[in-house]
């Protein structure tokens, strides 16, 4: 068994006690839950792909093509 480094320790555990914790209600859906996973996954898509390049153009690439 390969033995991980302790930077990705941390988060690996935190995720393990995340789905543990997420999977532990045996309760119905409630009527909110329909609604706000669209709009969370649309919200962590506009975070990638508009928010992150914007970013890195404005703190990067223009800075690069000024020759700084």
Avoid: E, N
Wanted: with cysteine.
């Amino acid at each position: 068994m390969t033995k991980l480094p302790s930077s990705s320790r941390i988060p690996i555990l935190a995720a393990l006690v995340a789905l543990v914790a997420a999977g532990c209600s045996k309760d119905a859906a409630q009527p909110w839950h329909y609604w706000i996973a669209p709009l969370l996954v649309l919200s962590a898509l506009f975070v990638v792909f508009v928010v992150m390049p914007l970013g890195y153009y404005l703190k990067v690439y223009r800075l690069k093509q000024r020759g700084r």
